[in-house]
Nanobody, 126 residues
Framework: QVQLVESGGGLAQAGGSLRLSCAAS????????ASWFRQAPGKEREFVAA????????YHTGSVKGRFTISRDNAKNTVYLQMSRLKQEDTAVYCC???????????????????WGQGTQVTVSS
């Protein structure tokens, strides 16, 4: 079992930056791939970014590519999402997810993940 806790959300102005963190606890001695998803009011949850266990492979959805960067520090059992050049349409609850995996793949589908955090609210104002 892996427990995930997100932090770093809040209010930001358009064009600004935020860094989200996802701290893992529990069976963190096992290797896991991770990702960020988000859900805006009235919309389906959507994939944002994914990272492999080693951090060597990452994938970002098109709408955030060049603005957001996923990374991880396995010594701290933490996955990050650096968000820059924020837009109002980035407003959403951001959740991290984890899946046991020691491979090099970055998983992008919601159904592939076994563990989820509660989420952190990101609000971008104009």
């Amino acid at each position: 079992q892996v427990q995930l806790v997100e932090s770093g959300g809040g209010l930001a102005q358009a064009g600004g930056s935020l860094r989200l963190s996802c701290a893992a606890s529990g069976s963190t001695s096992s290797k896991y791939a991770a990702s960020w998803f988000r859900q805006a009011p009235g919309k389906e949850r959507e994939f944002v970014a994914a990272i492999s266990w080693s951090g060597g492979n990452t994938y970002h959805t098109g709408s955030v590519k060049g603005r957001f960067t996923i990374s991880r520090d396995n010594a701290k059992n933490t996955v990050y999402l650096q968000m820059s050049r924020l837009k109002q349409e980035d407003t959403a609850v951001y959740c991290c997810a984890a899946k046991y995996s020691s491979g090099t793949y970055a998983f992008t589908r919601e159904s592939e993940y076994d563990y989820w955090g509660q989420g952190t609210q990101v609000t971008v104002s104009s």
